[in-house]
């Protein structure tokens, strides 16, 4: 059980759907929903065996309640947080920051898991199989493997 209202110091940096990485995927993240940039919540990637799908968090001092339903190949072994931003002006205004953020609520390892599972035989995808396996590692997948290794 990982805690929560705690406050920790966290690397971010911030992406766009517009950089050329993203561009196949469109305003879609790794759940399958559309990337959110509102008033009240916005998108966010991470490693997902560090940061699960589904946790939210705060960064203090900000109005915007994050979620995690995005990863990136790049923030794989990492602790950094990538914060979704719609243009490509929105990424260099954030830059790379440190900042306090509290989490309200972890994600689920499980469904993490249960993604990252049916993605790990794509060709380009080391990051995915990479983060199943930590998950799988930490005995936090909650599920039997169907058949074949990550």
Not at 107 to 126: N, P
């Amino acid at each position: 059980k990982r805690p929560t209202n705690q406050i920790m110091m966290v690397r971010t940096t911030a992406y766009s759907h517009l950089q050329a990485d993203s561009l196949p995927y469109g305003r879609l993240s790794a759940a399958g929903n559309t990337l959110q940039y509102g008033s009240e919540v916005r998108s966010a990637a991470a490693d997902w065996s560090k940061y699960p799908l589904g946790t939210r968090f705060v960064i203090e001092g900000l109005p915007y309640q994050y979620v995690v339903d995005d990863y990136g190949s790049a923030l794989v072994g990492t602790e950094t947080i990538d914060i979704y931003r719609p243009s490509l002006r929105g990424i260099g205004e954030w830059g790379v920051r440190n900042v306090p953020i509290r989490v309200l609520e972890w994600g689920s390892f499980q469904e993490s898991a249960k993604i990252l599972d049916e993605r790990k035989h794509v060709k380009h995808a080391g990051h995915v199989r990479k983060m199943l396996s930590d998950i799988e590692r930490q005995g936090l997948a909650g599920y039997k493997k169907s058949g074949g290794s990550a």
